[in-house]
């Protein structure tokens, strides 16, 4: 019973997760992020256009909100959006922008419309970048278009990790045209990434670890003497007034014994 429950709970989030992506066209929306929480459902919205999303006065979250309740019965959604800080990065916004393009410029400049959006996701920073179109471009046979640059792992754990993949659709007249994205984003660490550590850098390292070994020492001994300094102030004190004590008791007791 619990793992129909778990499956049923997932099936429920995906068809969500389908229904906001198929509602929110060319608004460069990434991904929604479903949590739990003791007042209600939360769904978060990823775009990189949250003004459009969240419309005049907020009336499209309002009537999100409400489709939400009435298709998959929700009880209090709290729909909140997040901007993408780098949009060229993401791989299902480039694709939407593509498939926009082609559907108002036409199959004729399609090649023009791979390159642009190639050297502008290079632009951001991307290690590499793979886009792929499969349709009848430009003619009436179905050809694939394939535009790489960079570097781009395509098998492996850094593929399925760290590589941005998306499939968008993009109606022509001549048919539908199928567009694949694969992005690498910048910071990722490889597993035969090797750093070789020459024997002058190593020397170098040993020569600022001693240093600094060094500054410590001097610095433990400073600190040593300024606190017997206080202790030997107050020893020197303490004497100077025994000292001034003597002679006064002296002067008293020849007094004493000339009156006598």
């Known amino acids: 019973m619990i793992e129909r429950d778990f499956v049923k709970q ?3 989030e995906h068809q969500l997760r389908q229904f906001i992506s198929a509602n929110l066209k060319n608004v460069g929306h990434s991904y929604t992020e479903l949590q739990r929480t ?4 939360k769904v978060i919205i990823h775009t990189s256009r949250p ?4 419309g005049r006065k907020g009336q499209n979250i309002g009537k999100l909100t409400k489709l939400l309740m009435t298709e998959f019965k ?5 729909v909140e959006i997040s901007e993408v800080e780098n949009p060229d990065l993401v791989a299902t916004i480039v694709g ?10 036409g199959s004729n400049r399609f090649k023009g419309i791979m390159h642009k959006t190639m050297a502008d996701v290079i632009a951001a920073g991307a290690r590499g970048v793979e886009i792929r179109l499969s349709g009848k ?21 850094a593929a399925t990790m760290h590589v941005s993949k998306a499939c968008v659709v993009a109606k022509l007249k001549s048919g539908i045209i199928g567009i694949q994205i694969s992005i690498m984003p910048p910071g990722v660490i490889m597993p035969d990434h090797i ?31 300024k606190a017997e300094e206080p202790d ?3 020893e020197k004190k303490t004497k100077t007034k025994k000292k001034v004590a003597e002679p006064k008791t002296k002067e008293s007791d020849a007094k004493k014994t000339d009156e006598k």
């Open 137 to 157: 471009l430009p003619g009436a046979r179905a050809k694939s278009w394939r535009i790489y640059g960079g570097y781009l792992k395509k098998c492996g754990d």
């Open 195 to 225: 750093k070789i550590i020459e024997p002058e850098e190593a020397k170098t390292e040993k020569e600022e670890t001693e240093k600094k070994d060094t500054e410590k020492v001097k610095k433990e001994k400073v600190e040593e003497k």
């Open 232 to 234: 030997k102030k107050t």
């Open 96 to 105: 939407e922008r593509i498939a926009s393009a082609l559907e108002r410029f």
């Open 38 to 41: 003791p007042l209600g459902e």
């Open 10 to 12: 997932k099936k429920k």
């Open 74 to 78: 929700l009880e209090n959604p709290q």
């Open 51 to 54: 003004g459009l999303i969240v």
